[in-house]
């Protein structure tokens, strides 16, 4: 047991990099080719007939996520959104290296909330901490995980490998996350677009904890031409499946699965549509099936308990095309998330 003064200063504050270091150290209990986190690195072996799936996709304070974000939220988004890339490449996840960047040392009661809520996460998602960094810099709070996982040898599903004539199909519900955000900033908009109690918490849990559709692996692997994960919206990720598998691609706006609370927030605000094929967050994922699979990989993915949803289709050529509801083509404002 390590003691609160070798932990806290008098302000608070975490006692200096080692500190966080052993408020990590529990996260790594058990967890093989950590090391106990004693050495430089980690250690770490793909299992038999499998190759490893690597990605990092950090978050940052006031990009991500909001600075007055509940600790344990910003930790389970954190790994959530690079397990989503995991789980729409049909892998399991193994383990992760994790980086925190802080202008500060943190407050001692932030980061014991934050590494509670990276336990929730691993322990959700299969996975546990391998080792990392932490270091100060002047920008925000920023939280970068590498994600590792394995899957079957040759059986990882790829983003740019749609065919023409595939069905797209979409996981869950789009738009969710987007509304949850403007709720997170203006709590009136409930109110405005007429939701129940339970219907708010909905999209702002969206928001805030994503939940990566590992479920899905199976019906992937057994049927999808090409999947990825819709991180950055679905015009925007559907731009790059199209671009990277060399095709045309075309959905219809009408057939976007809506939950009832975003269904109730779009008919208050028909501005808000936008947000369902052009806005981040979302973490679903987007499949290109071959139509004689179509079928089975609905079932299927409806047996391991996630709802699926044909929305359009892959055809010969390039770009992409959104049909809205009168049949011709969704102007856009802009096509999703973009950095820069």
């Known amino acids: 047991m390590v003691a ?16 966080v270091v052993r408020m990590l150290a529990p996260l790594t209990l058990g967890a093989a080719g950590a090391l106990d986190l004693a050495d430089d690195c980690a250690l770490i072996a793909p299992g038999p007939g499998c190759e490893l799936v690597l990605k990092t996709d950090p978050v940052a304070e006031g990009v991500h996520f909001l600075a007055g974000d509940a600790p344990e939220d910003v930790a389970w ?10 789980a729409a490449k049909a892998a399991r996840p193994v383990a992760y290296l ?9 407050a001692e009661a932030w ?5 509670a809520g990276l336990g929730e996460a691993q322990a959700s998602f299969g996975c546990h901490l391998l080792g990392g960094d932490t270091d100060r810099r002047p920008g925000p709070v920023t939280v970068c995980v590498t994600i590792m996982g394995e899957v079957e040898r040759g059986r990882m599903v790829r ?3 749609a065919q023409p004539g595939d069905v797209l199909f979409v996981s869950g519900t789009l738009g969710d996350a987007a509304l949850g955000l403007r709720l997170a900033k203006d709590g ?31 019906a992937l692997r057994a049927h999808a031409s090409a999947a990825m994960d ?22 219809r706006l009408a057939a976007l699965p809506l939950s009832a609370a975003a269904a109730k927030a779009v008919a208050a605000d028909p501005a808000a549509r936008e947000l369902t094929v052009a806005a981040g967050d979302d973490y679903e994922v987007l499949a290109a099936v071959p139509p004689h699979r179509a079928a089975a990989y609905a079932a299927d993915a409806l047996a391991a308990g996630v709802a699926v949803a044909p929305v359009g289709e892959a055809a010969a050529g390039s770009g992409i095309l959104i049909e809205g509801p009168d049949g011709a083509p969704l ?10």
């Open 230 to 251: 819709i991180s950055d919206g679905l015009a925007k990720d559907l731009g790059r499946m199209a671009t990277a598998s060399r095709c045309a691609m075309r959905i």
């Open 4 to 19: 609160m003064a070798d932990i806290r200063t008098d302000d608070g504050r975490v006692a200096g990099e080692a500190a």
């Open 77 to 86: 988004k954190a790994l959530a959104v690079n397990v989503s890339d995991l």
């Open 111 to 115: 980061l014991r909330r934050f590494v």
């Open 188 to 218: 009136a908009l409930a109110e405005a677009w007429g939701l129940a109690p339970a219907e708010a918490q909905h999209l702002r849990r969206r928001y805030a904890r994503p939940q990566p559709r590992l479920a899905l692996a199976g």
């Open 159 to 161: 983003r740019g490998t």
């Open 98 to 106: 994790l980086a925190l960047s802080f202008p500060e040392a943190p």
């Open 331 to 340: 102007p856009l404002a802009r096509t999703g998330w973009d950095h820069f």
